[in-house]
């Protein structure tokens, strides 16, 4: 198995640096596999089979979204996370941790040391006791602050060759953004000004993945967070990391070949390792890094928190069946990351040729309603048009009545039942878990607009949130745990079992049919504020008397009898 995973990255190495001397391209492979050596002792034999059971789930965090003192945020966080929400986290994926200038610890300033108030490497090692971490290698770009920009602009090496300079030219004008700042930026150096790329903001300084010593610099990253006990890896931005004259810049080939390196270097570190891919993009574009089955093991399912989101808000289910009705077949060994919630707000561009404009814009309204905003990109033409939606998911699903917390709590726990009983695995963002609304304060004192959904608690203050039994976040957090217990026992759930939908053209309401090793179980969701019925036999094509046993509930429902669907609920119902 090594073998073949060292093979195969000298193979793609020569296929992504293909202009460069066979003799260079050995001794890189050399260096790469030396950089991955003092990593590997923590390698696993991998399993038969995919690297997910029914019974993992993904926690996203910030690492000082739960602080207490002067204490290393990172230490906060293990505390909590022990104490209170251990079957959240099977897998917790730490958002950017290392020294940062700006962006939420997405623009990194440096590969080696963490931030001082997060804790160091050896924190972090303690934090992956018991559980499987996921990091973030932010591809795109690095903070102008980085040594790599400093080295470039007194034209001293490995920054020398690091940095992407530009080069204004009308080649340029086709270019994808993911933002409305501008392409390029002018440094000023010691000697002179450069102009450089920075796609995702001023601060962001891309990276030139046409040298190696940018792979070699990744490796070296990739390899101490192993060591420290990273297991999961997740592509920041991938899909922009290499530009061609003449294009749209995104999902070039180099960027594919680039992530099947990187899933070699993990393999070769880290047998267990896996992949998961960040695209924000249309469908299409976002499943194109699973379709060969040797890219990422994992990508974010994009399309799902706007579809989910807007039919919660609005009450009918058309679009959302209907897109889960073409779930996509995709190849052993891969899958989606299904969530609603996450760090950045609910990206819109997924939802290209899945919601007409009329409810697009429905969407935002009502989001604004609920005291979110709207973030926007900027075309190739100059046109600026919606990118995502900043808001917590909380406040989303709040009522658009008088009374804001009206069916808020159903609504929201419909939301994550769904993602529970999709194919994938499913992945749950802190301060939602908590019934965080919009933080308005912290928005206001840093005018970033993805703030209103980044808040920091107090970990005294979230143990007496918790110790009330009526609080959103204790009820939230309750009937979660008891899902997350129920579904662990039903093999239905897998996150490689088969879909299909059941209610492909109803509007009410979404059923699924979950099958898995010879389990079915159904998962019934009232997506309206209404009370409706419910024949279970009915839904299947089958002739079948028995008895059907709601496991989130215990209730048992008889066949051929019509039964209450309260408002919001959700149902898991396997023959008894």
Not at 138 to 160: K, T, Y
């Amino acid at each position: 198995m090594q073998f073949q995973s060292e093979r195969a990255l000298g193979n793609l190495l020569r296929s992504l640096y293909s202009g460069h001397p066979s003799g260079d391209l050995e001794a890189l492979s050399s260096q790469l596999l030396q950089i991955l050596g003092s990593a590997s002792g923590n390698a696993e034999i991998r399993t038969k089979g995919n690297p997910w059971s029914v019974e993992d789930v993904v926690l996203i965090t910030y690492a000082d979204t739960v602080v207490e003192g002067d204490q290393p945020a990172l230490v906060s966080l293990r505390t909590f996370l022990n104490s209170h929400l251990s079957e959240f986290a099977a897998v917790l994926h730490v958002l950017p941790f290392l020294v940062a200038s700006s962006d939420g610890g997405f623009a990194v300033a440096s590969h080696e040391r963490l931030e001082e108030r997060h804790g160091d490497w050896c924190d972090l090692a303690d934090l992956a006791q018991g559980r499987r971490l996921m990091a973030d290698l932010v591809l795109n770009h690095v903070s102008a602050s980085h040594p790599w920009v400093r080295q470039f602009l007194r034209d001293q090496e490995p920054g020398r060759f690091c940095v992407l300079e530009a080069g204004p030219d009308p080649c340029w004008d086709n270019v994808v953004r993911p933002r409305s700042s501008a392409l390029f930026t002018k440094l000023q150096g010691p000697i002179s000004m450069r102009e450089v790329w920075t796609t995702f903001g001023p601060d962001q300084v891309d990276v030139d993945w046409r040298h190696p010593e940018v792979l070699l610099g990744f490796t070296r990253l990739l390899a101490r967070m192993v060591a420290h006990g990273v297991g999961w890896i997740r592509l920041d931005a991938v899909g922009f990391v290499w530009k061609e004259p003449n294009t749209t810049c995104i999902h070039q080939p180099q960027a594919h070949q680039l992530v099947e390196i990187l899933r070699q270097l993990l393999t070769i570190a880290r047998a267990d390792g896996v992949v998961v891919t960040e695209t924000n993009v249309p469908e299409k574009e976002n499943l194109s890094y699973l379709r060969t089955g040797r890219e990422a093991h994992l990508a974010y399912n994009f399309p799902l928190p706007p579809l989910l989101l807007e039919s919660a808000v609005s009450g009918s289910a058309d679009l959302l069946n209907r897109w889960l009705s073409r779930w996509p077949s995709l190849p052993e060994s891969t899958s989606l990351l299904n969530f609603t919630a996450c760090h950045d707000g609910v990206g819109l561009r997924p939802l290209e040729g899945l919601m007409p404009p009329s409810r697009l814009r429905e969407l935002l309204i009502a989001c604004e309603q609920r005291g979110g905003l709207v973030s926007h990109r900027r075309l190739a033409d100059g046109n600026e048009v919606p990118y995502e939606i900043n808001i917590s998911w909380w406040s989303a699903m709040a009522d658009g009545g008088v009374d804001p917390s009206y069916w808020q709590r159903e609504r929201f726990l419909l939301t994550q039942l769904m993602v529970l009983a999709l194919p994938g695995v499913p992945a749950f963002y802190l301060p939602a878990l908590l019934a965080t609304a919009n933080d308005l304060g912290r928005f206001r004192r840093t005018g970033h607009r993805r703030d209103l959904n980044r808040p920091q608690f107090k970990q005294r203050t979230l143990e007496r949130r918790l110790q009330d039994p009526d609080s959103d976040a204790a009820v939230v957090l309750l009937a979660l745990k008891q899902a997350l217990s129920v579904r662990a026992t039903l093999p239905a759930l897998h996150p490689d079992g088969q879909l299909q939908v059941l209610t492909p053209d109803r509007v009410d309401r979404v059923v699924l049919r979950r099958s898995h090793a010879g389990h079915d179980l159904l998962a019934v969701h009232n997506v309206t504020s209404t009370r409706l019925t419910l024949d279970p036999s009915g839904l299947l094509d089958e002739e079948d008397a028995s008895l059907w046993v709601d496991c989130l509930s215990g209730r048992t429902l008889e066949p051929c009898k019509r039964h209450l669907l309260n408002p919001y609920e959700v149902l898991w119902l396997v023959r008894s």
